[in-house]
């Protein structure tokens, strides 16, 4: 099945910046996730979308984060004020139903604060 | 709190052989249970996937086992290939939730 596209492929900010990640679906679905892995680390979950609305988030999702659908298509990850520990790799994923799901993910932004 | 654990970071196998990528987890609410390859520098790619209501499920050359009684799942790829050199990730979900990954397993098909 068609995954997402992801923009940019590559970020590097300066500490204290906002940056946007943005995540672009192939086709119509209605849950989206946003994950993070930072280098030599596993993937960890941040955020779960449905159908417009934040439906779950782990602890590492704080005031720093955000996410929106600005026009309904683009799914976008905003962080507000960047740290060095927030260089990772952000995936974002689509699912295909919410209950015992496959989901299936883009090929990543990789972020880098100095 | 690792709910899912990869033991191995690294598996060498040769080319033609089986490769087993073992999984093991600790939450019994987990009710699926997927498997996921990785490049350097791309997302992680969907594999194969296995519901708790099964044992087994296969695709071609990958099989996944799952044995609910030892929480514990195995990734079977057969026979590996120079291009099965990846990290392996397992990964674990209850219902909705989202999924719980395991740290990887890095896999090298040597020809």
């Known amino acids: 099945e068609p995954e997402v596209t992801q923009t940019p492929s590559h970020q590097v900010t300066q500490m204290g910046q906002e940056v946007i990640l943005r995540c672009v679906p192939i086709?119509?679905?209605?849950?989206f996730y946003w994950y993070r892995q930072i280098l030599g680390q596993k993937v960890e979950f941040l955020v779960s979308?449905?159908?417009?609305?934040?439906?779950?988030k782990s602890e590492i999702f704080d005031d720093q984060f955000s996410v929106e659908r600005p026009d309904g298509s683009n799914f976008t990850l905003k962080i507000r004020s960047t740290k060095l520990e927030d260089s990772a790799m952000y995936f974002c994923a689509r699912g295909t139903s919410g209950n015992q799901e496959t989901q299936y993910f883009g090929p990543g932004t990789r972020l880098l604060v100095l | 709190d690792q709910q899912v654990k990869q033991n191995s970071p690294s598996l060498s196998v040769q080319e033609g052989r089986i490769s087993i990528l073992n999984c093991d987890y600790t939450?019994?609410?987990?009710?699926?249970f997927l498997w996921y390859k990785k490049y350097p520098a791309e997302g992680p790619t969907f594999l194969i996937s296995?519901?708790?209501?099964?044992d087994k499920n296969e695709d071609g050359r990958f099989t996944v086992f799952l044995n609910k009684s030892a929480k514990h799942l195995s990734l079977h790829i057969v026979p590996s290939q120079p291009g099965d050199s990846a990290v392996y990730f397992c990964?674990?979900?209850?219902?909705?939730?989202?999924?719980?990954f395991g740290k990887g397993t890095r896999l090298s098909v040597i020809a």
């Open positions: 086709s119509n679905h209605l849950y």
């Open positions: 979308f449905y159908n417009n609305e934040i439906s779950e």
């Open positions: 990964a674990a979900s209850s219902g909705n939730t989202p999924l719980v």
């Open positions: 939450n019994s609410m987990f009710d699926y």
């Open positions: 296995i519901s708790s209501i099964k």
